[in-house]
Nanobody
Framework: QVQLVESGGGLVQPGGSLRLSCAASGFTVSNYRMNWFQQTPGKGRELVAT????GSDINYVDRFAISRDNAKNTIYLQMNSLKLEDTAVYYCHTYVRGNNYWGQGTQVTVSS
């Protein structure tokens, strides 16, 4: 059974950093594309970073960086120089064996 469990969100001041984690089970993250999405109030989920099975990453926010630890079957989102507008729920996502899977989301709040 495919599961994604995010962690690492919280309250941070502007300019701070956070690292989000997404622990996967039921499949091997290195065999599939993994994604991080951001959802803000009133908006749909937007893709902020993606990493291919080959390890090629694209970060659509230049202050964010996606990475993968194959041994832990976990992906990460390093978020630096956080801004007020980064406040959102962040979701881990993948598409495995014909199905979309989402984690439960982790809240990131940037506030002074």
């Amino acid at each position: 059974q495919v599961q994604l469990v995010e962690s690492g969100g919280g309250l941070v001041q502007p300019g701070g950093s956070l690292r989000l984690s997404c622990a996967a089970s039921g499949f091997t993250v290195s065999n599939y594309r993994m994604n991080w999405f951001q959802q803000t109030p009133g908006k749909g989920r937007e893709l902020v970073a993606t990493i291919s099975s080959e390890g090629s990453d694209i970060n659509y926010v230049d202050r964010f960086a996606i990475s993968r630890d194959n041994a832990k079957n976990t992906i990460y989102l390093q978020m630096n120089s956080l801004k007020l507008e980064d406040t959102a729920v962040y979701y881990c996502h993948t598409y495995v064996r014909g199905n979309n899977y989402w984690g439960q989301g982790t809240q990131v709040t940037v506030s002074s």
